[in-house]
């Protein structure tokens, strides 16, 4: 246990993304001085949708970011599952008054860009955030009093700690954990965003709506004030190779869902500009702390995006390595430890469901497809809002759930 020197150095953030500007904001609420490092040339997010649980609002009210979050929100009513292959429902989850009564907040969409600005401006406001584009963080040391960062351009920034928020390809992850690089998971998302006027008047549902069918699902939902409409989808191609956003042809898009029903086929018609990703994640891991640093949102524990829970369980995050600190005075690793330990569990198994939800909701054929039909058609809201408890029902600090 190291004790922290009077007129500390600033806390590094390695990653401007949602994750580490949420972190950077948290900890500077707690009158720490925070210096974000970010690789881009500039702050950004890709132009994409993002869902967001209750628990995501429990995050920005602690962040003190609630207002603005909920004004660039679109509060759909429903979550909707529909049998790709024949175009029926198969069940949905109501997201009006009893959901809200019984988990505190609501469930919307944003467009990320959006989230990231709110994210962003506040960060700029903040009198104790300096924020730095071009500056990769490759390495790190450390002496027990504070730890010296190595960034790209072979400069040196010294802090009383470092977080590496710096997503799934983190290299602060090397050092902190070292277990090579991300799992290809096999599976191909193709993103698209487009006027709402594009979007076919049988789907526009004020719903995020996800269409299962075999190796394959497709999912759509309004954003920006139902400006435009948000359409990802995803087969299990088994392609072996790591993609981040390239652009590809609606005829190669098309090729993973020929067996699907018109209704959602049309859906990939209706795109333009698709971009593809192959998918990743990673095994839980047990530890993300050494001693000054510590690893966040997909640094820490990547997932596939099934439960829709990254970019929530990065801000829960967040506020725990916050209130952790702060709880530690003068013994950041003692607050940097308890963060860690608290989070654990719960974002480990938001990374095994997710796998589960790929292979059991949303992936099934045949038999295994009219189980899973005949198993969610069964329950009653009721039901589907205590399966849901333990996740939406928390703040992050994991006081009611694991931990
Ligand atoms: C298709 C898809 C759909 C998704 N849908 C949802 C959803 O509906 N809801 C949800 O909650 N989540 C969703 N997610 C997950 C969510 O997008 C991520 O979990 C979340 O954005 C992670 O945030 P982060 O800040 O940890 O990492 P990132 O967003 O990856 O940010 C990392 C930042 O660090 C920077 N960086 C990288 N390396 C370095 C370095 N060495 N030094 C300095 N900076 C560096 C990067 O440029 C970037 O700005 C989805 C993901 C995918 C792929």
Not at 362 to 386: F, I
């Amino acid at each position: 246990m190291a004790s922290e020197r009077a007129g500390a150095l600033p806390i590094i953030v390695a990653g401007g993304g949602i994750g580490g500007l949420a972190a950077a904001l948290g900890l500077a609420h707690n009158g720490l001085d925070v210096l974000v490092l970010e690789k881009a040339p500039e702050f950004g997010e890709i132009g994409a949708g993002i869902q967001l649980g209750p628990n995501a609002f429990h995050a920005f009210d602690y962040l003190g970011v609630g207002e603005a979050a909920r004004a660039m929100a679109v509060y759909i009513e429903q979550l909707r599952l529909m049998d790709a292959l024949t175009a029926q429902e198969i069940t949905h989850l109501d997201l009006g008054d009893g959901f809200r009564a019984r988990f505190g907040n609501p469930y919307a969409v944003v467009h990320r860009g959006d989230l990231h600005r709110v994210f962003l401006n506040a960060c700029r406001d903040h009198g104790r955030i300096a924020l730095r584009v071009s500056s990769e963080v490759v390495a790190y040391d450390q002496d027990g009093t504070s730890v010296s960062v190595v960034v790209a351009s072979f400069e040196r920034e010294s802090g009383s700690a470092l977080i590496g928020a710096d997503g799934l390809w983190s290299n602060v992850r090397k050092q902190v954990i070292g277990d090579g690089p991300p799992r290809v998971s096999g599976h191909t998302t193709y993103r698209s965003v487009i006027p709402t006027e594009r979007m076919a008047d049988d789907l526009r549902w004020n719903a995020a709506t996800l269409w299962a069918g075999p190796k394959c699902h497709l999912v759509h939902y309004p954003l920006s004030g139902w400006k435009v409409f948000n359409l990802v989808i995803t087969c299990h191609n088994d392609a072996p190779e790591p993609v981040a956003g390239r652009p590809v042809a609606k005829e190669e898009v098309i090729k993973g869902f020929a067996h699907v029903h018109e209704q959602a086929r049309k859906i990939i018609d209706l795109g333009t500009d698709w971009k593809l990703w192959v998918l990743c994640d990673r095994e839980p891991a047990e530890n993300w702390v050494d001693g000054r640093v510590a690893l966040l949102g997909d640094a820490a524990h990547p997932r596939l995006q099934y439960m829709a829970q990254g970019a929530c369980m990065a801000m829960e995050d967040a506020v725990c390595l916050a209130y952790m600190v702060a709880m530690h005075p003068g013994h950041i690793d003692d607050g940097l430890a308890a963060y860690c330990s608290r989070r654990v569990l719960r974002t480990t198994r938001v990374q095994l469901l997710s796998r589960q939800m790929g292979e059991h909701v949303y992936h099934p054929a045949g038999a295994h497809a009219q189980l899973r039909n005949a198993v969610m058609r069964a329950k009653t809201q009721e039901e589907w809002y205590d399966v849901l408890q333990w996740l939406y029902g928390g703040t992050g600090l994991g006081e009611k759930n694991f931990g």
